[in-house]
């Protein structure tokens, strides 16, 4: 008997489905009308309105019915990770791809032309506004422990461990964890707030008593394939997701394919590639983004530059040398935040420093101007950095640029940031910023060369804003 999902997930999935189907029909209606009314006095003809009628029922077919095959409202991708918006986007392109050549082979037309101009953007746009607006009222019951998948961790203690601290680490994806099963004592703590509650052999009465709604499977020298298996068959009815955890660490998705080979999953892992056609669209699209904010960009510059020289002292401007792509030094621009004796006063405060081991940061620094400390905290100091992305030396998006004093203390895998364009901002000033350990700040950027795209980019940029606007981490 196939397991029900939990009463919430189907209310959710509910949910985004008839938003869905409100925003396509809304979109296609309004597309029509301003067909009808802006578009209509450049023909000379206009098609009757039964075959507007039928063009708009086929529209709304075809991009629900994308919507759904493409399994944009799989729980999988509820609540985290840019996998729901990738799947509208591409779900959205495709349907528009192939209603225009049905209509340019079938029933070209130009006023149906201008509808789908029109269609696409506005659609795209409320689709992942609705999207959007569902996952922050998800997040919203998630922080009241609402909405949640009772999670048991199955597996050695050292691999449950690992796991719990990855699953906490990201409450927003639902995980609430119930407990572990393993070789420990029952009763006991494999950490704070994880207690054993089960032997290997009392799985199934674990599942029962604790009502779980999933089971992860860490790894285990007593879960043996054949074990694991029937796992999965005696999990059948229980209404239970069964998750099998991968040993693979910081490598997204478009990476991993499964390949079957003899009733065996054997995950193939993609190398990450550093050049092609992916990084010339990266190129262009830090452009194209860069040149429409560099007008606000300037006027805001302007305002602060006069306010900036009537608080103290000395050059708007402040220019560091930064390593960028491959550890080529260049330029970055800065306004200026600091006093200009910043850099003689810093050996007197090396002892006084609220950052990691390697970056120096300060909460209270003394060194920062009035002015600079506020536009330090909503990071308006780096505005001028879009010259930067404009001249090549960095990217919109990309791991923190390293001062070369840093880099003759990296260690390890660390130089792999180098392998792509620092960025104006990035995971790291999204996630914490000077909060954060290097360690953590390290594996977030390692992460994004390893695995950026364009929408994860774009996903970065929106809750740059957000960050922006309610800052944490910055001083």
């Given at each position: ?78 609540g ?6 990738k ?44 999207r959007?607006?569902w996952?922050?009222?998800?997040h ?15 597996g ?28 420990g ?12 509650v ?29 074990r ?131 970056l120096?940061k ?40 390293p ?23 990035g ?14 700040s ?23 804003i ?6 944490q981490?910055?001083?």
């Open positions: 008997m196939a397991a029900r999902p939990p009463a919430w997930e189907r209310r959710y999935a509910l949910k985004l489905l008839w938003t869905d189907i409100a925003v396509v029909i809304l979109v296609v209606a309004l597309s029509q009308l301003i067909s009808i009314t802006l578009f209509a006095h450049a023909h000379h003809d206009s098609p009757p309105m039964r075959s507007r009628l039928i063009f708009a029922c086929f529209l709304v077919m075809v991009w629900l019915v994308t919507l759904a095959v493409n399994d944009t409202r799989n729980p999988a991708v509820f985290t990770g840019p996998g729901e918006y799947g509208v986007i591409d779900s959205t392109v495709l349907a528009f791809g192939v209603v225009a050549i049905v209509t340019l082979v079938f029933a070209p037309d130009p006023h149906r032309r201008d509808s789908l101009i029109v269609a696409l953007p506005l659609g795209l746009f409320m689709l992942l506004l609705g959007w607006a996952r922050k009222r998800l919203a019951q998630r922080r009241r422990q609402r909405n949640t998948y009772r999670t048991l961790i199955v050695a203690a050292e691999h449950s461990i690992h796991m719990a601290r990855q699953l906490r680490s990201n409450p927003l994806a639902g995980f609430e964890l119930a407990g572990a099963v393993t070789d004592v029952v009763g006991d703590e494999l950490m704070p707030g994880l207690p054993v089960a032997g290997y052999d009392d799985l199934l009465v674990a599942i029962d008593r604790h009502r779980i709604d999933t089971l992860i499977v860490t790894g285990s020298t007593r879960l043996t394939p054949a694991v298996r029937s796992i999965g068959w005696e999990l059948e009815g229980r209404n239970v997701d069964l998750i099998v955890a991968s040993s693979l660490t910081d490598i997204a998705g478009p990476r991993i394919h499964v390949r079957p080979v003899s009733g065996l999953p054997l995950i193939h892992v993609e190398s990450p590639e550093f050049t092609g056609w992916r990084y010339y669209a990266k190129r262009c699209f830090d452009l194209a983004l860069s040149l429409i904010a560099l007008v606000p960009a300037a006027l805001i510059i302007a305002v602060l530059a006069v306010i900036i020289r009537c608080d103290s002292r000395g050059p708007v401007l402040y220019r560091q040398i930064r390593l960028g792509l491959d550890g080529e030094p260049f330029t970055m621009y800065k306004l200026r935040s600091m006093h200009v004796d910043a850099a003689e006063r810093l050996p007197t405060l090396l002892d006084q420093s609220d950052g990691n081991d390697v120096f300060m909460r209270q620094d003394p060194r920062v101007t009035r002015v600079g400390a506020f536009i330090r905290r909503h990071s308006l100091d780096e505005l001028p950095q879009l010259i930067n992305v404009l001249r090549g030396d960095m990217s919109l998006v990309g791991p923190r640029p001062l070369p004093t840093e880099v003759e203390r990296y260690t390890g895998w660390t130089t792999r940031r180098m392998l792509v364009r620092p960025g104006i901002s995971l790291w000033q999204v996630s914490g910023r000077s909060d954060l350990s290097w360690d953590e390290v594996r977030l950027d390692l992460f994004y060369v390893e695995n950026w795209s364009i929408t994860g980019d774009l996903l970065i940029l929106w809750r740059t957000r960050t922006v606007l309610r800052p981490g910055a001083y």
